[in-house]
């Protein structure tokens, strides 16, 4: 069983920078499809970013698009996700997701495993 364990997140200020990161145990990670959402208070989960397994290919979600990079290591068995210019309306719990079939998506449908996600919380 695959388990994904995020860490990274924290308080800052509006135009800075984080990155977390997302380490996978149990299984082979370069079998699966990585992607970073995000869930707001009072508000249901959104896709933020996917890549593919070899990390070749990856997604945004628009309102991140720019600022925002996923990557992957393969060797180290962990996702990226480099969150820059950060906004107050970026504030979330930022959770991780792979995906055993299929392409990377945004739909949430698709990933059948969580990690428990980190609190990003951007002050004006």
């Known amino acids: 069983q695959v388990q994904l364990v995020e860490s990274g997140g924290g308080l800052v200020q509006a135009g800075d920078s984080l990155r977390l990161s997302c380490a996978a145990s149990?299984?082979?990670?370069?079998?699966?499809?990585m992607g970073w959402f995000r869930q707001a208070p009072g508000k249901e989960r959104e896709f933020v970013a996917a890549i593919s397994r070899s990390g070749g290919t990856t997604y945004y979600a628009y309102s991140v698009k720019g600022r925002f990079t996923i990557s992957r290591d393969n060797a180290k068995n962990t996702v990226y996700l480099q969150l820059n210019s950060l906004k107050p309306e970026d504030t979330a719990a930022y959770y991780c997701?792979?995906?055993?079939?299929?392409?990377?998506?945004?739909?949430?449908?698709?990933?059948?495993?969580w990690g428990q996600g980190t609190q990003v919380t951007v002050a004006a």
């Open positions: 149990g299984r082979t990670f370069s079998s699966l499809v």
């Open positions: 997701a792979g995906k055993t079939t299929g392409a990377a998506g945004s739909s949430l449908t698709g990933y059948n495993i």
